[in-house]
C-alpha cells in the first residue's frame, strides 16, 4: 500500500512540476514535452515487456503501469474548467488545457497495452464472459474512444479547423469520459478492494478516485450554478 501512496504522490508532483513551473515551456514547445511523454512510454513497455524486473524501480514503474501519471494530468485539467474565470490560477493554466491533455493520453497508451493481454481473451466470448468483465471491456472500449476523439480535437491543427460550436459540443463529451473512467476505476479495483482480496492499496486507491470524481462533481455543479445565475444578471441588465 505504501507504495501505491509514493507512486501516487510521485505522478501529482510530475504533472505540477509540469503544469506550473514549465507550463510557460509547455505552451512554447509542447512537441519536446510530447516526445518526453512519448520516451517514458516506451522505456516503461521495454521495461514490462522484455521480463525485467528491479524491486527498486517499482514505484516509479506504477506511475504509469496503474496510470497515475495520466489521471494527475487529467485531474489537473478537469480541475482548472470548474474554477472561477477570475482565479489567477484558472488564467495561469487555462493556456496550456490541451496540452496538457494530450500529455495524459500519451501516458495512458502504457496503461492500456499492459493490461491489454488480460482483456483480449475474453472478445470472442464478450457476451459469455462474467459481466463484470463484460462491462469492463465495453467501457474501457468507449472510455479509449471518447479519449481518443478528445484528445485529437486538443491539437489546434483539428481544434483551428472545427467550427466553434462543433467543438464546443464534442468537449462535452469530457463529461461522459469522467463517467466512464471512474466507472472503469470501479470495476478494476473493486474486486481487490471488497472481494476476496481485500487489498488496502486497491481500497485506499478507489477511495481516493472516489473523493476526486465526487468533489469535481460538486464543483462543476457549483460552477453551473454560478453562471447561469450570472447570465440572468446579464440577461436582466441588457433588457433594461
Known sequence: MFDDVL?????????????LPFGGALKRRPWLFYLMACAMVALHLWYRLSGHYVASLQVFIDVLNKGYLACA???????????DERSSLRRRLQP???ELSIISFILIVSHAVIFLPTYLPHLSVLFSSRPSMSASIVIATMLVVVYLVLTLTSFHVF???MPYKVWKAVQRLSYLMV????AHIVLALGRSAFG??????????????????????VLRARKALRDR????????AASR
Do not use: K
Request: glycine residues 6%; proline residues 2%; aromatic residues 10%.
Open 179 to 182: 463517467a466512464l473512467l471512474y
Open 7 to 19: 507512486s501516487a504522490f510521485v505522478a501529482v508532483v510530475v504533472a505540477l512540476l509540469v503544469a
Open 96 to 98: 496550456i488545457r490541451s
Open 73 to 83: 494530468f487529467l485531474a489537473i485539467v478537469m480541475f482548472v474548467g470548474v474554477l
Open 229 to 236: 445565475s450570472r447570465q440572468a444578471v446579464s440577461t436582466e
Open 196 to 217: 476476496g482480496y481485500h487489498s488496502p492499496g486497491a481500497l485506499l486507491a478507489l477511495a481516493t478516485y472516489t473523493v476526486i470524481v465526487a468533489v469535481y462533481g
Open 159 to 161: 481544434r483551428t479547423r
